[in-house]
T-cell receptor, first 114, second 111 residues
Framework: EPEVTQTPSHQVTQMGQEVILRCVPI?????FYWYRQILGQKVEFLVS????????KSEIFDDQFSVERPDGSNFTLKIRSTKLEDSAMYFC????????????FGEGSWLTVV | QKEVEQNSGPLSVPEGAIASLNCTYS??????FFWYRQYSGKSPELIMF????GDKEDGRFTAQLNKASQYVSLLIRDSQPSDSATYLC???????????FGGGTRLMVKP
């Protein structure tokens, strides 16, 4: 069964460092997403991406965050200068179509900022 | 502000019983609704989705939607210990393609 894959599964970084989280969405999917979940809290939407541009973003997705699809398969989330409060599980997700279509999640990348 | 509310639980049921999980949402324009299961430290795993008022059955799972009451529920029949997890309700609004998640209900199925 096709799945969304994410790397790394866990990363520890020093506050102020840049982090790049990588994802390979399901191959025939056109919409890509990043969500995050702080320990013990709700899953929160960060950003959606379609046709090589951001289609929607939340208030959380400020200037320190960026997304990119550098080639035909990878989708990345960059956090420019990490803060302690960025510590969370980051989920990449993808869907074949837009609104109303099922979104499939990757296994997540645990980010710990120290 | 779009909100999706769930009782955090834990909801404890004996093995073989029916577990009933509930969710309310504030955005009246929400069009589609999803139930995900999340084991501790893992990613959300889709159980089922529902778009229309009424019931939708898939194996041991039944999703129920009442748009007038802005209420979604998930019934799990013949609950098994392996069903013990947190169940997340999520909604797509009528604009944009983001999912809004509830905080989840922790289900414990006791052997």
């Amino acid at each position: 069964e096709p799945e969304v894959t994410q790397t790394p599964s866990h990363q520890v970084t020093q506050m102020g460092q840049e982090v790049i989280l990588r994802c390979v969405p399901i191959s025939n999917h056109l919409y890509f997403y990043w969500y995050r979940q702080i320990l013990g809290q709700k899953v929160e939407f960060l950003v959606s991406f379609y046709n090589n541009e951001i289609s929607e973003k939340s208030e959380i997705f400020d200037d320190q965050f960026s997304v990119e699809r550098p080639d035909g398969s990878n989708f990345t989330l960059k956090i420019r200068s990490t803060k302690l409060e960025d510590s969370a599980m980051y989920f990449c997700a993808s869907s074949e179509f837009a609104r109303g279509n099922t979104i499939y999640f990757g296994e997540g990348s645990w980010l710990t900022v120290v | 502000q779009k909100e999706v509310e769930q009782n955090s639980g834990p909801l404890s049921v004996p093995e073989g019983a029916i577990a009933s999980l509930n969710c309310t949402y504030s955005d009246r324009g929400s069009q589609s609704f999803f139930w995900y299961r999340q084991y501790s430290g893992k990613s959300p795993e889709l159980i089922m989705f529902i778009y229309s008022n009424g019931d939708k059955e898939d194996g041991r799972f039944t999703a129920q939607l009442n748009k007038a009451s802005q209420y979604v529920s998930l019934l799990i029949r013949d609950s098994q210990p392996s069903d013990s997890a947190t169940y997340l309700c999520a909604c797509h609004g009528n604009a944009g393609n983001m999912l809004t998640f509830g905080g989840g209900t922790r289900l414990m199925v006791k052997p």
